[in-house]
């Protein structure tokens, strides 16, 4: 069966230092898409990004980069110089198969950026 | 472009009533969703559709909830004899076929008496 756990459940952090929001998955499938969404104060969530099992570069956008490592089954998150309106809860979710199936999600890391 | 958009945003009702929410997809998205996020959780499946067909439901979906997506347009999710256990935010997410990536609307809280 298919799982996500985000450890973290509050990280706290002053302005401008960088943080990492961690992410382990577990999955049977060889195929597999992973996401990371971002839940500010108003409740919508936003997408941030979609990776799939087979590519394992890591990526930059920004002042946020992403870490997929299949030998440790981790797929995780790092705000660089992080801001205020960075303050959110950031959920990894994965998906199996063709990817266009129902998310799963962790239960969420609570990012709180202070001034 | 419009994104997904869900109504109502709020709703109180009491326990033993029936509630129906609305999700309006982003245009030409084929796929729809419902997830269903307590507090301090992440959001939980409940329901998808393929155009019009409902192709999978969750085993937190019991028989008081019913989803309908009668054009392959708005999805509608209704909820029978509502509980104080129901109480939560209810999300829709839309998806193109070939794309991977859910995007999510506003939510619906329904508060539960």
């Known amino acids: 069966a298919q799982k996500v756990t985000q450890a973290q459940t509050e990280i706290s952090v002053v302005e401008k230092e960088d943080v990492t929001l961690d992410c382990v998955y577990e999955?049977?499938?060889?195929?597999?898409?992973l996401f990371w969404y971002k839940q500010p104060p108003s409740g919508e969530l936003v997408f941030l990004i979609r990776?799939?099992?087979?590519?394992?570069q890591n990526e930059i956008s920004g002042r946020y980069s992403w870490n997929f490592q299949k030998s440790t089954s981790s797929f995780n998150f790092t705000i660089t110089a992080s801001q205020v309106v960075d303050s959110a809860v950031y959920f990894c979710?994965?998906?199996?198969?063709?990817?266009?199936?129902?998310?799963?999600f962790g239960k969420g890391t609570r990012l709180s950026v202070i001034a | 472009d419009t994104g997904v958009s869900q109504n109502p945003r709020h709703k109180i009702t009491k326990r033993g009533q029936n509630v129906t929410f609305r999700c309006d997809p982003i245009?030409?998205?084929?796929?729809l969703y419902w997830y269903r996020q307590t507090l301090g959780q992440g959001p939980e499946f409940l329901t998808y559709?393929?155009?019009?067909?409902?192709?999978?439901k969750s085993r937190l979906l019991s028989d008081r909830f019913s989803a309908e997506r009668p054009k392959g347009s708005f999805s509608t999710l209704e909820i029978q004899r509502t509980e104080q256990g129901d109480s939560a935010m209810y999300l829709c997410?839309?998806?193109?076929?070939?794309?991977?990536?859910?995007?999510f609307g506003p939510g619906t809280r329904l508060t539960v008496l």
């Open positions: 997410a839309s998806s193109l076929l070939a794309h991977n990536e859910q995007f």
């Open positions: 999955t049977r499938d060889t195929t597999y898409y």
């Open positions: 990776r799939n099992s087979f590519d394992e």
């Open positions: 979710a994965l998906s199996e198969n063709s990817g266009n199936t129902p998310l799963v």
């Open positions: 245009s030409e998205h084929n796929r």
């Open positions: 559709f393929q155009n019009e067909a409902q192709l999978e």
